[in-house]
């Protein structure tokens, strides 16, 4: 693996407040600072699933129908 995609790996990728808001307004439940990790991982396998699919059809974009 290369060094940028080994330390984007390790990067949040959600708007902690966005989320620990949203399950508050949704689910009146606090929420665990782990779970941001947690959400970056669903999120970075969403987004390599995507990235592939856009490759298999020979773009360089990565579209909605992708994911």
């Known amino acids: 693996m290369e060094q940028g995609v080994i ?3 390790k990067e949040v990728l959600v708007v902690s ?3 620990k808001n949203y399950i ?5 439940l606090k929420c665990s600072a782990k779970v941001m ?3 970056s991982d ?3 396998e969403l ?3 995507a ?3 856009a490759k298999n059809d020979k ?3 990565v579209q909605e129908k992708d994911f």
Do not use: F, P
Not at 24 to 28: A, E, L, Q, T, W
């Open 59 to 61: 773009r360089k974009t």
């Open 7 to 9: 330390m984007a790996d």
């Open 17 to 19: 407040s966005k989320v």
């Open 51 to 53: 990235i592939e699919n």
């Open 47 to 49: 987004c390599d699933a």
């Open 42 to 44: 669903k999120i970075r």
């Open 24 to 28: 508050k307004s949704n689910g009146d």
């Open 37 to 39: 990790e947690v959400l």
